[in-house]
């Protein structure tokens, strides 16, 4: 896997953005509060980590319930986290709150796709658990 980022400060005078083009040819843009000399036009870095982390456990998610050939119509994660005051400011608690939407889902079949993704399958909790306490939480919507 690769990933290259580019200061956008070195082309002018754009503060504190970052553009990163994954290894796949997409392109991220990223930047910085304007406290920090950014200039607020992206999420800062540490949001991004915290988005791909809510990426991929969904992914896992939705693709377990799947392959269990349950009725899943819809996954939201909703994120709550906090970090060290000190630098390294690493993320030292996470709750990963699951909002799963579909036709008779049983929440013990949920719960248990939830806990394979993050005991199991999800490769950004399993780093970021080496800092912070991993919550989850869930919820079932009938459509």
């Not at 754009?14 to 406290?35: I, Q, R, Y």
Request: charged share 20%; hydrophobic share 45%; aromatic share 6%.
């Amino acid at each position: 896997m690769e990933c290259v980022v580019n200061w956008m400060g070195a082309n002018g005078p754009s503060g504190m953005s970052f553009v990163a083009e994954t290894g796949s040819g997409h392109v991220l843009t990223m930047d910085g509060a304007p406290d920090g000399g950014g200039r607020n036009l992206a999420p800062r870095p540490m949001e991004t980590v915290l988005a791909g982390t809510g990426g991929c456990t969904a992914y896992d998610v939705v693709l377990i319930l799947q392959r269990g050939r349950h009725d899943v119509r819809g996954c939201k994660v909703v994120l709550k986290a906090d970090r060290a005051s000190t630098d390294p400011k690493v993320f030292t608690a996470i709750n990963f709150h699951f909002v799963v939407t579909g036709r008779a889902l049983k929440a013990d079949v949920v719960e248990r796709a939830i806990a394979l993704s993050h005991e199991k399958y999800c490769s950004a909790t399993a780093m970021l658990a080496r800092t912070a306490a991993i919550t989850t939480s869930f919820e079932l919507v009938e459509v």
